[in-house]
């Protein structure tokens, strides 16, 4: 606490913390929500706690990782075994029509 106080009195701040989403596909629809983030950690042999959050995003996972540990789980998910199970996607953008689906982008 007395470091924090004497960083606010200094005005130094702690440097920012970079955030990185990528978009893989390969895990199952039926794989439970509460499990994929410790499922993607352990695919990737990735610090379980650098993989902050995964969201389903249509048949991919979105994964939101620390800024150091995405290039290394990038570089796991290329090579085998985990690339048995997964394949990145490059260029996803999840706002594009293409995201949603033939249902939602027909209602469009």
Excluded: C
């Excluded at 990185?20 to 439970?32: C, E, N, P, Q």
């Amino acid at each position: 606490m007395t470091a924090l106080l004497q960083g606010g009195v200094t005005g130094r701040r702690p440097p920012p913390v970079v955030l990185r989403t990528i978009y893989v596909w390969g895990i199952a629809r039926t794989a439970r929500a509460h499990t994929l983030r410790g499922l993607l950690a352990d695919v990737s042999d990735v610090d379980r706690r650098a993989v902050l959050d995964v969201d389903r995003v249509g048949a991919l996972k979105e994964v939101n990782l620390l800024g150091d540990a995405a290039a290394a789980f990038e570089a796991a998910v290329r090579r085998p075994p985990a690339s048995d199970a997964l394949s990145l996607v490059n260029g996803f953008d999840p706002r594009s029509p293409a995201a949603l689906g033939g249902l939602r982008r027909g209602q469009l």
